[in-house]
């Protein structure tokens, strides 16, 4: 039983997490960048999220990327 709720709460913090990525970029997308410019489509909050984990991917910091250190062991 214990596990079961280990499970509901780490899908729960997934849950929440996603939403608030992705939330920000749709809402800065369809509502400061869509008006300002032409030929742009709005986009759904999966999109958003897509858009959001992309640059997460590209830009991410190579400094925070720990290499554990024979201390550690």
């Known amino acids: 039983m214990n596990s ?3 499970i509901f709460a780490i899908i ?8 608030v990525l992705a ?3 749709q809402f800065l997308w369809n509502f400061a960048l869509v008006p300002a410019m032409d030929g742009l489509n709005t ?4 999109q958003a999220l897509g858009i959001n984990l992309l640059f ?3 830009f991410k910091n190579p400094s925070e990327i720990q290499t554990p250190s024979k201390e550690d062991e």
């Open 23 to 25: 939330t920000p970029v």
């Open 43 to 46: 986009i759904g909050f999966f």
């Open 56 to 58: 997460m991917i590209l």
């Open 12 to 19: 729960l913090v997934v849950f929440f997490y996603c939403l």
């Open 4 to 6: 079961i709720i280990k």
